[in-house]
């Protein structure tokens, strides 16, 4: 089975860039899997940031962007704040109704 | 304001049932196809379901076909997920979260309804 993979925890310095990454055990992630962007902090139901890999939800600061970076999903945030800290979920639609959550990243901002 | 409020969690035994509930306000629910999520204590999200908006389809994991059954009443703007049988694994917050139109993605989540199952 397919597992979609994140990096476990990232840290970036207040009012610095970080780009965190969705990939694929198995293949590369592209467009066709419309990757999507959450944001969860403890206590919270996640938010959605970012669809179709590079579309930003109503209200969400134009310091998050998503692309394609090579064979996986990212997600950039750029001069990040400290209520960044948070974790991040990437989800990939595998095609015939089914979607995959990867691990999630935790975001530390120090 | 568009609202997903969850109900139904609990403790409960190994090999039984439970039922969850989602109301829907805020927006036309009958246009929206609709997920469940979940979240084992201190672990990541897990895809668990997707129902279309009109029921014509519905998709499962793996880790739940069989046991669980997504389904909705459009007249009473309700998402419901029946589950049976019952693990010490699907232990999990269990969110219902709104297919944003024409994408796949998930833009409108519920706080979440927790599901215990122990012995």
């Known amino acids: 089975q397919t597992v979609v993979t994140q990096e476990p925890s990232f840290s970036v310095s207040p009012g610095g860039t970080v780009t965190l990454t969705c990939g694929l055990s198995?293949?590369?992630?592209?467009?066709?899997?419309?990757p999507s962007w959450y944001q969860q902090t403890p206590g919270q139901a996640p938010r959605m940031l970012i669809y179709?890999?590079?579309t930003r939800s109503s209200g969400v600061p134009d310091r998050f962007s998503g692309s394609i970076l090579g064979n996986k999903a990212a997600l950039t945030i750029t001069g990040a704040q400290a209520d960044d800290e948070s974790d991040y979920y990437c989800?990939?639609?595998?095609?015939?109704?089914?979607?995959?959550f990867g691990g999630g990243t935790k975001l530390t901002v120090l | 304001q568009m609202q997903l409020v969850e109900s139904g969690g609990g403790v409960v035994q190994p090999g039984t049932s439970l039922r969850l509930s989602c109301a829907a306000s805020g927006f036309t629910f009958s246009t929206f196809g609709m997920h469940w999520v979940r979240q084992a204590p201190g672990k990541g999200l897990e895809w668990v379901a997707v129902?279309?908006?009109?029921?014509?389809?519905?998709y499962y994991a793996d880790s739940v076909k069989g046991r669980f059954t997504i389904s909705r009443d459009n007249s009473k703007n309700t998402l419901y997920l029946q589950m049976n049988s019952l693990r010490v694994e699907d232990t999990a917050m269990y969110y219902c979260a709104r297919r944003l139109t024409g994408q796949s993605a998930f833009d409108i989540w519920g706080q979440g309804t927790m599901v215990t199952v122990s012995s």
């Open positions: 198995s293949g590369s992630v592209s467009n066709t899997y419309y």
């Open positions: 179709s890999t590079n």
């Open positions: 129902i279309w908006s009109d029921a014509s389809n519905k």
């Open positions: 989800a990939l639609y595998m095609g015939s109704g089914i979607w995959v």
